[in-house]
T-cell receptor
Framework: NAGVMQNPRHLVRRRGQEARLRCSPM?????VYWYRQLPEEGLKFMVY????????ESGMPKERFSAEFPKEGPSILRIQQVVRGDSAAYFC????????????FGPGTRLTVT | KNQVEQSPQSLIILEGKNCTLQ??????????LRWYKQDTGRGPVSLTI?????NTKSNGRYTATLDADTKQSSLHITASQLSDSASYIC???????????FGDGTTLTVKP
């Protein structure tokens, strides 16, 4: 059973471009969480999704950021018109059920905005 | 405001020594508390998870304790190894849906 998969592992974008980050949860997991980790800082919650639904997006910036978890395929975190401050590691985690006793993390995508 | 504070921020110990990391939280209502190990450039990996009724949980050389009354947890590492060098993150979950607050982590460096 493969773990949480994220791709790409590294992504370089110029200011103003779009970044698309993908997350495939563990098999059988229907809950996905996205976190952002700025350099030298802790992980910060961004959004929680179930299949086709956004459950909690209280940590998501109001503009330029969006997330989806379609019925088929990976979850996507999309950042439009990236700025230098978006440079960070973005981690995805998945869990199998509610109540959530465990979240399994992917290896992260490191976004660099030049 | 839900907060998780970890101490110390960083710690250097010699290989073979023991150490204890602290986590204080103000998260409410409490669902569970997890300790993760995050190696540089990698995703966090779960070490222990404790619910309200548990006050200790071990995973090899890692032992976590929880005092729900004082809202404190500790992670004790025995006989440290060079591979223990990492960031250790305390995470407190406060809803059944997994909404969590993360501490900023303790960076542990084990030197030979």
């Amino acid at each position: 059973n493969a773990g949480v998969m994220q791709n790409p592992r590294h992504l370089v974008r110029r200011r103003g471009q779009e970044a698309r980050l993908r997350c495939s949860p563990m098999k059988g997991h229907s809950h996905v969480y996205w976190y952002r980790q700025l350099p030298e800082e802790g992980l910060k919650f961004m959004v929680y999704l179930q299949k086709e639904n956004i459950i909690d997006e209280s940590g998501m910036p109001k503009e330029r950021f969006s997330a989806e978890f379609p019925k088929e395929g990976p979850s996507i975190l999309r950042i439009q018109q990236v700025v230098r401050g978006d440079s960070a590691a973005y981690f995805c985690a998945s869990s199998p059920s509610i109540p959530v006793y465990e979240q399994y993390f992917g290896p992260g995508t490191r976004l660099t905005v030049t | 405001k839900n907060q998780v504070e970890q101490s110390p921020q960083s710690l250097i110990i010699l290989e073979g020594k023991n150490c204890t990391l602290q986590c204080n939280y103000t998260v409410s209502p409490f669902s569970n508390l997890r300790w993760y190990k995050q190696d540089t450039g990698r995703g966090p990996v779960s070490l222990t998870i404790m619910t309200f009724s548990e006050n200790t949980k071990s995973n090899g050389r890692y032992t976590a304790t929880l005092d729900a009354d004082t809202k404190q947890s500790s992670l004790h590492i025995t006989a440290s190894q060079l591979s223990d060098s990492a960031s250790y993150i305390c995470v407190v979950t406060y809803t059944n849906a997994g909404k969590s607050t993360f501490g900023d982590g303790t960076t542990l460096t084990v030197k030979p």
